[in-house]
């Protein structure tokens, strides 16, 4: 366990979705405002390895908690498969290293689920992370993301360097991304489902069959994990961050609709890729090593979302 009181944290990405909340959340547990540290892309391009060096001289962290990242759903990932790949390896690759150069405390990397294999077997289990390859609409993302596992392993054996690796599933929750192009699946059908209903539609698209399973987390549940490691966990094997629970795409968009107020049908469009066929996190290991178990109730969490959405864009409240 580390006094987080008396230590200077950087969180890269800490103005995002899920820093956001977790700089609350670190806060809540003892982390001085003053020393509590969230860098801009404005201020440090953290692809370039002279910007990583900058922002350590600038900054002189005890404590890196990386969660930075370019990403996106399954039409971002199939558009910009290299770019994710170089951006997410570049990013941590510089970090770790100049981590390792100035002696930082310790490295938090939050990695992935994608990097999980296609056909993992239900719950994942941290074991089955290498027993094969990923699903391959976001393999890139992914495998970029495993890589900075096995970096931070390499040097906490030759340099001891104490780095943790996280690996949170979907998130969910207000304040998302609802960028039509770069949503994930929970914002971008909200939004869809949404505007359909204001404007009368009689029906909605949706990508793939609805066969395929998710798990999701909402970003309070996450940012609370995340600050419980960064204190207390400091073993070098990867955990899962979850909610331990599965709802196909076709449940969850019938959620959705009646959450909302759409009233229309909802059409498969069985062209589209269904991306990973299941997804749900054995998250025993989490529970175990940092005392977290998630609090937030799936439907409620949904509503929240909804909400949110509704207040930032103006429109009728759902009914």
């Given at each position: 366990m580390i006094d987080l009181s008396a230590k200077r944290i950087v969180v890269t990405g800490g103005l995002g979705f899920l820093g956001r909340r977790l700089t609350v959340q670190l806060r809540e547990m003892g982390a001085a405002d003053e020393r509590l540290l969230t860098p801009s892309i404005e201020q440090f391009d953290l692809t370039r390895e002279g910007d990583v060096e900058r922002m350590y001289e600038q900054l002189r962290p005890d404590v890196v908690i990386h969660l930075a990242a370019e990403v996106g759903g399954i039409g971002a990932n199939r558009a910009q498969p290299g770019r994710f790949f170089y951006a997410n390896m570049a990013m941590g690759l510089h970090l770790i290293e100049h981590a390792r150069r100035r002696g930082i405390e310790k490295f938090v990397q939050v990695g992935t689920i994608c990097a999980y294999p296609k056909f993992t077997p239900v719950p994942f289990r941290e074991e089955e992370l290498w027993n094969g390859y990923p699903e391959e609409t976001n393999a890139p993302y992914g495998v970029a993301k495993k890589a900075l596992l096995v970096m931070l392993q390499a040097y906490r054996q030759q340099y001891g360097l104490n780095g943790i690796y996280l690996l949170p599933v979907?998130?969910?929750?207000?304040?998302?991304?609802?960028?039509?192009?770069?949503?994930?699946?929970?914002?971008?059908?909200?939004?869809?489902?949404?505007?359909?209903?204001?404007?009368?539609?009689?029906?909605?698209?949706?990508?793939?069959?609805?066969?395929?399973?998710?798990?999701?987390?909402?970003?309070?549940?996450?940012?609370?994990?995340?600050?419980?490691?960064?204190?207390?966990?400091?073993?070098?094997?990867?955990?899962?961050?979850?909610?331990?629970?599965?709802?196909?795409i076709a449940e969850l968009v019938e959620k959705l609709a009646r959450l909302?107020?759409?009233?229309?049908?909802?059409?498969?469009?069985?062209?589209?890729?269904?991306?990973?066929?299941?997804?749900?996190?054995?998250?025993?290991?989490?529970?175990?090593?940092?005392?977290?178990?998630?609090?937030?109730?799936?439907?409620?969490?949904?509503?929240?979302?909804?909400?949110?959405?509704?207040?930032?864009?103006?429109?009728?409240?759902?009914?």
């Amino acid at each position: 366990m580390i006094d987080l009181s008396a230590k200077r944290i950087v969180v890269t990405g800490g103005l995002g979705f899920l820093g956001r909340r977790l700089t609350v959340q670190l806060r809540e547990m003892g982390a001085a405002d003053e020393r509590l540290l969230t860098p801009s892309i404005e201020q440090f391009d953290l692809t370039r390895e002279g910007d990583v060096e900058r922002m350590y001289e600038q900054l002189r962290p005890d404590v890196v908690i990386h969660l930075a990242a370019e990403v996106g759903g399954i039409g971002a990932n199939r558009a910009q498969p290299g770019r994710f790949f170089y951006a997410n390896m570049a990013m941590g690759l510089h970090l770790i290293e100049h981590a390792r150069r100035r002696g930082i405390e310790k490295f938090v990397q939050v990695g992935t689920i994608c990097a999980y294999p296609k056909f993992t077997p239900v719950p994942f289990r941290e074991e089955e992370l290498w027993n094969g390859y990923p699903e391959e609409t976001n393999a890139p993302y992914g495998v970029a993301k495993k890589a900075l596992l096995v970096m931070l392993q390499a040097y906490r054996q030759q340099y001891g360097l104490n780095g943790i690796y996280l690996l949170p599933v979907n998130l969910y929750g207000p304040g998302d991304n609802f960028h039509p192009e770069t949503s994930h699946v929970i914002p971008a059908l909200i939004r869809k489902l949404v505007e359909a209903r204001d404007r009368g539609a009689a029906e909605v698209e949706v990508w793939g069959t609805g066969r395929a399973s998710r798990e999701f987390l909402y970003v309070d549940d996450c940012a609370r994990a995340l600050a419980l490691a960064t204190r207390d966990y400091d073993d070098p094997e990867p955990v899962n961050i979850g909610a331990g629970f599965e709802i196909t795409i076709a449940e969850l968009v019938e959620k959705l609709a009646r959450l909302t107020g759409f009233r229309g049908r909802l059409v498969w469009n069985t062209e589209k890729p269904d991306g990973q066929p299941r997804r749900c996190l054995d998250t025993s290991r989490a529970e175990k090593a940092f005392g977290f178990r998630a609090s937030m109730p799936f439907d409620e969490g949904l509503r929240r979302t909804i909400e949110w959405w509704e207040s930032q864009r103006g429109g009728a409240p759902a009914t």
